[in-house]
């Protein structure tokens, strides 16, 4: 037996917007006496509260900025904001995959911007 999973929909999200929905569904779950967390649900919520730096307000001005520049699509924007890299390796190594390298002047200037959030 084969199954297959359509993809609805796509959306990016820093940790900061993760955490805040997943706080909404942590509050909803600890209603309902009779639910209990799956594990992984568990984890998650381990995971965005310990990596989310940022408010949800914050992290959206970041993202924003990072879409600003040239050689910054949106699922990279996501990536950096949530990655935060903090020198030009770190960061080359989230552009690895794409089929154009940065220039040191393209890759101080999203530093720049990772700074002033960092």
């Known amino acids: 037996m084969t199954i297959f999973k359509e ?6 999200l ?22 209990e967390m799956p594990y992984e649900l ?9 990596f989310a730096t940022l408010d949800i307000e ?10 600003a520049l040239e050689k910054v699509d949106e699922p990279t924007a996501y ?3 949530n990655l935060t890299p903090e020198d030009r390796d770190e ?7 794409e089929r154009y390298t940065l ?5 101080d200037d999203i530093l720049d911007v990772v700074a002033k959030y960092v």
């Open 14 to 35: 820093t940790f900061a917007e993760a955490k805040g929905l997943l706080a909404d569904i942590e509050r909803e779950r600890a209603a309902d006496e009779d639910r």
């Open 79 to 81: 990536k950096i904001a």
């Open 7 to 12: 993809k609805l929909e796509e959306e990016y």
């Open 103 to 107: 220039s040191g002047e393209e890759l």
């Open 58 to 67: 914050e992290s959206a001005e970041f993202v924003e900025e990072l879409l």
């Open 91 to 97: 960061l080359r190594s989230i552009y690895a995959q």
């Open 42 to 50: 568990t984890r998650a919520i381990e995971h965005a509260n310990r």
